[in-house]
C-alpha cells in the first residue's frame, strides 16, 4: 500500500484585496491550516482543489504536478462548511453520486462508517446540519480521493459530535492512506492534528507540531479555561 501523498503548494496571486504569498509542504497524515477568517485559507484549499487557478501558482501531489489538471481529474475531494448535497437526491443517492454508483458494498461502508443507515432514504431536507455534513463527508471518502480537504466542517457542532466525527475521518483515511488538510480558526480542534501550519494576511507565519505552531492562543486558552474554573 502506497504512503500517504505529500502535499507541495506555491501561491503568489491576488484573490479579491488579498495578496496571498505561500509557500508549504505537509509532512503527515493529518495537517491542519490555521488563522484568522479572511487570511487566505478557503482560497488556498480551492487552488489546491483545482477550483482557483492563478497563473502564479504550483500545486503537487505526491511526485504528479498537478497544477494545470482539471478539479476533476485530481483525486481530490473537498468538503466545505455549508454541505452541497443534491436536494432531489436521497441520503444513500448522494453517497453514491461521489463513487462508483453500482458499488453497493463500498455505500453501505459509507453509510456505516458515518452511522447513516436510518437514514439511507431519507431526503436532505429532513436533515439536522450535523447529519447533511457527515453525509457530504461521505460522499467526498466514497469517490476515494488520495487528498481530503476539510473547510471548516465541524464549525457549529458539539465537542462531542466533532470528536465523534474526526476519529471516523481519521480511522477511514489511516485505512487507505488518504492525505487530510484541514482548515479552521478553532484551536481545540486545530491541536488534535499531527501538524499545524499557521496562516496570517495571506502569509505562511509557522509550522510544525500544533503544541508549538499555536503555543501562545494554547497558553492563553488554558489561563482562560483555569481563570473560569476558579471562580466562585
Request: hydrophobic share 40%; glycine share 6%.
Amino acid at each position: 500500500m502506497p504512503d500517504t501523498p505529500q502535499l507541495q503548494v506555491q501561491c503568489n496571486a491576488t484573490i479579491g484585496s488579498l495578496f496571498i504569498d505561500a509557500t508549504f509542504s505537509t509532512t503527515h497524515p493529518w495537517t491542519v491550516l490555521f488563522g484568522p477568517s479572511g487570511s487566505g485559507k478557503s482560497s488556498l484549499l480551492r487552488l489546491i482543489a483545482g477550483l482557483w487557478q492563478p497563473r502564479e501558482s504550483r500545486v503537487l501531489l505526491g511526485t504528479n504536478d498537478i497544477t494545470s489538471t482539471p478539479a476533476y481529474k485530481r483525486k481530490i475531494a473537498l468538503v466545505a462548511q455549508q454541505p452541497a448535497l443534491f436536494p432531489h437526491m436521497t441520503v444513500r443517492q448522494n453517497i453514491a453520486f461521489g463513487g462508483e454508483r453500482n458499488n453497493t458494498e463500498a455505500i453501505g461502508q459509507a453509510l456505516e462508517l458515518f452511522t447513516l443507515n436510518v437514514l439511507a432514504d431519507a431526503n436532505p431536507a429532513t436533515l439536522s446540519g450535523g447529519e447533511r455534513q457527515r453525509v457530504a463527508i461521505a460522499r467526498a471518502l466514497a469517490s476515494n480521493p488520495r487528498l481530503l480537504l476539510l473547510d471548516e466542517v465541524f464549525t457549529g457542532m458539539h465537542r462531542a459530535q466533532r470528536d465523534t466525527l474526526m476519529q471516523q475521518i481519521r480511522t477511514h483515511c489511516a485505512a487507505r492512506n488518504i492525505a487530510v488538510l484541514a482548515v479552521t480558526h478553532d484551536l481545540p480542534e486545530a491541536l488534535e492534528a499531527d501538524e499545524g501550519i499557521r496562516i496570517e494576511s495571506g502569509a505562511i507565519t509557522s509550522q510544525g507540531t500544533p503544541h508549538n505552531v499555536l503555543s501562545e492562543e494554547r497558553h492563553a486558552w488554558l489561563q482562560s479555561v483555569i481563570s473560569m474554573t476558579e471562580k466562585p
